[in-house]
Structures are given as C-alpha cells and as structure tokens.
C-alpha cells in the first residue's frame, strides 16, 4: 500500500519505484508532461487595452500581463511556492492601473480553507490588489467575489454569504455593507456606481437586492416564490434583467432532466420595483435552463437587446431578445454547443467558442447581436477558447492549444496571425515533439448508442504486436475530452497522463461516455443515466468490447483509469466486468449515490424515497463488490469537497473481506481537485507504476 502522509516523502519513494522498475529509456518523464503553466482567467481591461491572466507553473501560480501595443507577457506578481493556495477572480479597477484578485480556496461545509500542505498556521481566503506596472500586493481583506466600483474607490465583495466592502486607496479596514437573510451572491455595480445589485438565495427561492450606497436603503425587486438570479444592468442603470427559475418540485442531481417548468427574463424598474416578463422558455426541450460560461448569463448588448442561452433545439445557443419583448432571434444556428461567451466593449458582437464544424475541438466565433451568420475567428486543428475583446475593440484575446503544443495566452489583431503572449514561458524541455496526435474514434456503447473517442495509439507499436491497453473515463459528468490539451486544469493534466502512458506503449483510449457535454442536450441528459440506472455502464463495456477487438490489443490486459465520476465509471467497470478489465485507477470516485447525493442535497433521505434510493444503490459500484475481482489503487485527498472521503473510506473495507488486493494513496488536507503540483505528480506516478505492474511491461508485448 501507499499511503502519503507527506508529499515530499511519498513522491521521493515513487519517483524510487518508477527508478528501479525494469524498463527501457523513456522518452519523456511526466514531470516534463506537466511542466508548461497552465493559463486561466483571462480578463481584458476596460481601459487601456491591457490583458490580464493567471499562470499555474508547476503548482506556483501568479498573475501575468500583457499591454499594447507589442502585448509582451510579464508576471506581475511573485509567489515562488507550490503551496496548494489559489489565484483567481481578477477583477480589473476602471483605468486599467490596478487588478484586485482573491488568493486562497472556498471554504467547506464547516467554514475550513484548503491547506493541503497542512500547514500549522492554517490558510485563508483573501483579496488582494496589485498595481499593473508591478510592485507588492496589498491585502484587502478575507473574502472573494471582488467586484470594483465603476468610481474605482472601493471594491465590493462576498465573505461568509454576506456583503462586504473595502476602499482601494488606503488600508481602512473592510466593513459590512449589507446585513441580510439569506446567502448573497452576484455582486453588480450600477454604472455609475451609486447602488449594488446582489442576489439573496434563500434556501428554495431567490431575490434580487439592490442597495442604495447614498440612502443606505435595502430593497428586492419583483419579489416572488421563485429563483431569481444573473441580474445585469441596463447602460442608464434604470433598470435590472434577471433571470427567473419557477418554484417547482426539486429534483435530485444526477439524474435526467430534460424538461422544466419554463424559465423566462424579467425586467424591473429600479424606481418602483415592479417587474414584467420579457420573453419565457417553450414547454419541452429548453424549459430548464442551462448556463455557458461567461461572467453572467443574460448580456445587456446594443440595441436595447437581450443576449442569452437557450437549449430550444437541443442543442446550447445564443438568442437575443429586444426588451420590448417578442420572438427571440437564434444568434448561432446549427448541431453544435456554445461554451465560452463575451460581449464586445461596444454591446454590437457576442464572441464565443464552439465545437461548430469540429465536434472534438473549439474555435473561437463571433456574431452581431442583432443577427446574421457567425463568423470564425479561429478554425484548423488547434483548440481556441475563453475569447476576451481588448477595451478598443481592435483584438481578441483567447486561450489555445492543440494536439502537441500546450494551452497558452494568444492574441488576434487585425488580419495577421494569432501570436503568443508569452511564448517563452513555456519550458524548453517540454515534450512537444514526443508527443502523439490522438486519433478520433467511434465506440459502439454495448446497448448501440455511438459515443466519441480519442485513441492514443503508441509511436513503437510495430504490427502484430499486442500490447496493454487503458482507458480514460473524465469527471463530471458534465465534461468533453477534445481531440488536443484540455481548457481546464484538471484535463490538462489528464490529458498529460494519457499521453504519457501511450510513450510507455499502453494503447489509450478515451471516452466522451453519455451524460457528458459537446454532443446536445438528449447525450447530455441521458435516460437512466448516473443514479438512475447508470446507463453509462453500457458505454464502459463498449469500450472494453472495442479495444478486446483491435488486433494490436492483449485482451487480458486492458485496465481503466479516472476521477469523479470518472472514478465511478472505473469502479462500475472494474465491479461489473472484472473479467473484461484486469485493473484500474480510481481517483476520488463515487462509489455509492445516496451517499454522494447528500453532498450536494444535505436534507435528502434514502428512506423517504424507498424506490429512488433502491435504484441509486443498484446504480453503484458498491452494489456489486462481491464480483469484483480485479486489483485496484484509490487516490483521495481526505478534505474533498466533491465527493465525500467516506466514499473511498466505505468501498475499500467492502473490497478487502473479499480478498481482492486494494492499494491506496491518501493525502491528508487535500481537496478534489489537487492544489499542489506535487500532489498531482505523485498521483500520477502511482498510477502509471500500478498499471505497467498489474498489466504487465508494455514493453514486453505479446503476438
């Protein structure tokens, strides 16, 4: 067993095994896989033209930017540590001259911050200010969700579900500006920065709250049973959109929804309160509302007009609708999803990514908000996403990558190519050239429905050799592995393992399983899917079918790997089918739905609802322990917020009785997603050695 009480100690005596193992020269180490930075939170500034974005290097992350006219990476900030503690939120001051950022991890259910180095002196929450030309950050308070003034005089944030405030030009204390019921969210300043707009959640419905700064005045607009959310302003701030979700009975996570009652746009007059319902949702395909990512869901564009997603073909588009109310306009027709959403600086365009004519890949678009053909701003082979417009309109920022080359900053402007922001940043003995072009597959789930793949295929594998073969289940479900480097952190790194294994000549193959994004809204929202059936599982066996047909493939020797709900997919397989799969790496999974459920549903109990919590349990892993055979690592960090520790906690001392051989690595303090590099490197380590041990040497192949 491997058991990490120290990351330092535990990734020493991996890095040993990994040594001593027989083995040929390896062409690349997974530290060299995970060495490039990976870029997040892109963010333009609203004036100057300046571009702002968070570098993660191997576990220490600081924020770089980037000014006109040459647009040259720099870091602004300094932190030199791998210690697990987060940079995100930037939100930029109004002249560009300053970035206010939130270092540190939510809190837990018992109001704890992440400290995965276990740190004696605890960790915190905070916001911070940093000037653009450089310097120390100031601290300027614990909480997140800054959002600053339009005055430029004082940021506005969240700390304990309250409402806080801190000036920007001193270092007065933070004070609370709004006490109230309920958990405020979605922080909005007026433009002219005279009142604050928030959203109340209280538990089965929700308001809007708009506070007056002058009157110190409280009020909530179009007050109602409800859910009301994504509030937005109007340009002259007279009035507030928001979206409204209708009271209904609640459904439980992880099942399908295909259907809601309607959702629809309101729009409130601040002088009185009183608000009117703009456009609604058709019954059917649609009615329950599905976000994009953007900074909100409703864009106040030119024109008077009203930009936001809807699912009415079921596929996540982009409408627009005047505020007089009427028809709404489809912004981006076709059998594609929008993902990643940003209003031009003049409210004329909407710039977006999509898989539009690449179903594997994203490219950025950009369309006008009054209608007409979306354009593309990126295509080819590469993956582009989280577009950013600079404060003159003149160019658009995004972050990109492909097969090879790793995620990074780049910049479109004018008709020229795109270029790097900061293409020194990323090592020179990163392995590009090692690297292999995943190829796209078609998998035949065991009851017939086609999901999609990428297949690593390694670059020695010589004809009729047969060699062990692993596949990659991602988390989520709500998730798409792409045809390249992943636009999210956690990808990114799986995206490396997978590489990885296939230039230490596993076959690899990844599946987009049913239930996850990218493919429309029936794939999505799959029939007896997760707690209610686990349909999924059919597509597990279809992809164990799959490689035990490839010539190039030992059928004895096909193992399976992931995390999340990918975790729970490797379970399910390794539970149901031990005879197919000889082994799997089941990082933090879910191994029994009732219990993972209450993560997300505290009041939810199995014995009130007999039949549901029957087919939840018939649904999991645990369900099936007693067929299962085959060997297995579990990976989990012991304060995961996600998927509870009793998960893997439960699961292991149901396997042990039954003598199948359970190995473990557990990092106290951890969350779900790791916070430290070395964290992630000793996962993945452990993995990779488990799986040449269990499924034999792919260098020593059969024929």
Partial sequence: MLVASRTR???????????????????????????????????????????????????????????????????????????????????????????????????????????????????????????????????????????????????????????????????????????????????????????????????????????????????????????????????DGAQLAFIRIPAAERTLPFTPRRAAPPWSIRVADLATGRGREVWKADTGRGSAFRGIVTENQLLWAAGSRLVFPWEKDGWTHLYAVPLSGGAATLLTPGTFEVEHVALSPDGREVVFSSNQDDMDRRHVWRVSVAGGRPQAVTSGTGIEWAPAVTSDGKAIAFLRADARKPPRPAILAGTGPARDLAAGAIPADFPEAALVEPQPVLVSASDGVIVHGQ????????????????????????????????????????????????????????????????????????????????????????????????????????????????GFLTAMGLARASDLFAAGVDLHGVHEWNVEIRNWVPDYDPQKRADFAKLAFESSPIAYVKDWRSPVLLIQGDDDRNVQFSQTVDLAAALRPLGVEVEQLVFPDEVHDFLTHAHWLAAYHAAAEFLERRLGSPRTASR
């Fill in 9 to 235: 100690a535990c990734l020493a005596a991996l890095v040993l095994t990994t040594r001593v193992a027989p083995a040929q020269q390896r062409s690349f180490t997974i530290e060299q896989a995970l060495s490039a930075p990976f870029p997040d939170e892109l963010v333009a500034a609203p004036a100057g033209g300046a571009l702002a974005w968070v570098f993660n290097a191997q576990g220490v992350r600081n924020i770089w930017i980037a000014t006109g006219p040459d647009y040259q990476g720099r870091a602004l900030t300094t932190y030199k540590e791998d210690d697990g503690q987060e940079i995100g939120e930037l939100a930029w001051i109004p002249d560009g001259r300053a970035l206010v950022y939130v270092r540190g991890g939510d809190a837990n259910g018992r109001g704890e911050y992440p400290n995965p180095l276990s740190s004696p002196a605890g960790a915190e929450q905070a916001l911070w200010i940093v000037a653009a030309t450089g310097g120390a950050p100031r601290r300027l308070g614990e909480g997140h969700a800054p959002t600053v003034s339009p005055k430029g005089d004082r940021v506005a944030f969240l700390n304990k579900g309250q409402v806080w405030w801190a000036p920007l030009a001193d270092s007065a204390k933070p004070e609370q500006l709004v006490r109230a019921r309920g958990s405020a969210q979605s922080l909005h300043w007026s433009p002219d920065g005279t009142k604050l707009a928030f959203v109340s959640g209280r538990g089965d419905h929700g308001f809007v709250g708009v506070y007056d700064v002058a009157t110190k005045a409280l009020k909530f607009l179009d007050a109602s049973v409800d859910d009301d959310g994504e509030p937005v302003w109007s340009p």
């Fill in 455 to 566: 297949l690593f295929l390694p670059r020695n594998l010589r004809g009729g050799e047969r060699r062990p073969a692993v596949i990659f289940f991602h988390g989520g479900s709500r998730r798409e592995m792409l045809l390249g480097w992943h636009y999210l952190y956690y990808y990114r790194n799986a995206y490396a393992l997978n590489q990885y294994l296939a230039s230490q000549g596993f076959v690899v193959l990844s599946v987009n399983y049913r239930s996850g994004i990218g493919y429309g809204l029936e794939f999505r929202e799959a029939l007896h899917y997760g707690a209610q059936g686990a349909s999924e599982f059919a597509d597990v066996l279809g992809a164990g079918l799959y490689l035990r047909g490839r010539g190039d493939v030992d059928p004895k020797r096909i193992g399976l790997w992931g995390g999340s709900y990918g």
